[in-house]
Antibody, heavy 121, light 107 residues
Framework: QVQLQESGPGLVKPSQTLSLTCAVSGGSVRTGTYYWTWIRQHPGKGLEWIAYINYSGSTYYKPSLKSRLTISLDTSKNLFSLKMTSVTAADTAVYFCVKEDRGGLNGLDVWGPGTTVTVSS | DIQMTQSPSSLSASVGDRVTITCRASQDITNYLAWFQQKPGKAPKPLIY???RLHGGVPSRFSGSGSGTGFTLTIISLQPEDFATYYC?????????FGQGTRLEIK
């Protein structure tokens, strides 16, 4: 059973780069049918899909955020990461790492507990 | 992007009631529709995928239906642990999008 655990800085200053990591256990990031995803939730708001990366390194970013995002995979450590540049207060949110299973229409079937990111000076 | 619209935005009900939440997509998503339950301070919990299939461990009082642009989530015989916020989500096209959520409260 795959489990995910996010880690992040908690507090980031405006204009800096946010780096988040998701450790994967109980499964391999090299599994062909899994897409590794980031989703965020602004305080008191709904859910926003951000980006994915798959086992071959293919990526897709939400167009409105694409210029500031880089998602990557570390197969040696079995984790994936997200970097977001030039953060502002609007990036304050809980960030979830999520496994999408493309193998059987299962969708976003495993979620990490989330990590809170606050952008403030 | 595909827009997902849920109704109602909030709902009050009692333990034992039957409730239905509706989700509408701005274009045909066939059955690429999921439902999630979220409680305060927790990650969303997957309930339903492919519009009507329950994830493992989800009680059978939850059911989903619909295809194309119109979908429903029904909960029969509400239990105390069911009071939460529910989201629908399309996964036919990236970027995936979610409904705005339906908050289910105890009457």
């Amino acid at each position: 059973q795959v489990q995910l655990q996010e880690s992040g800085p908690g507090l980031v200053k405006p204009s800096q780069t946010l780096s988040l990591t998701c450790a994967v256990s109980g499964g391999s990031v090299r599994t062909g049918t899994y897409y590794w995803t980031w989703i965020r939730q602004h305080p008191g708001k709904g859910l926003e899909w951000i980006a994915y990366i798959n086992y071959s390194g293919s990526t897709y970013y939400k167009p409105s955020l694409k210029s500031r995002l880089t998602i990557s995979l570390d197969t040696s450590k079995n984790l994936f990461s997200l970097k977001m540049t030039s953060v502002t207060a609007a990036d304050t949110a809980v960030y979830f790492c999520v496994k999408e299973d493309r193998g059987g229409l299962n969708g976003l079937d495993v979620w990490g507990p989330g990590t809170t990111v606050t952008v403030s000076s | 992007d595909i827009q997902m619209t849920q109704s109602p935005s909030s709902l009050s009900a009692s333990v034992g009631d039957r409730v239905t939440i509706t989700c509408r997509a701005s274009q045909d998503i066939t059955n690429y529709l999921a439902w999630f339950q979220q409680k305060p301070g927790k990650a969303p919990k997957p309930l339903i995928y492919a519009a009507s299939r329950l994830h493992g461990g989800v009680p059978s009082r939850f059911s989903g239906s619909g295809s194309g642009t119109g979908f429903t989530l029904t909960i029969i015989s509400l239990q105390p642990e069911d009071f939460a916020t529910y989201y629908c989500q399309q996964y036919i096209n990236y970027p995936y999008t979610f409904g705005q959520g339906t908050r289910l409260e105890i009457k």
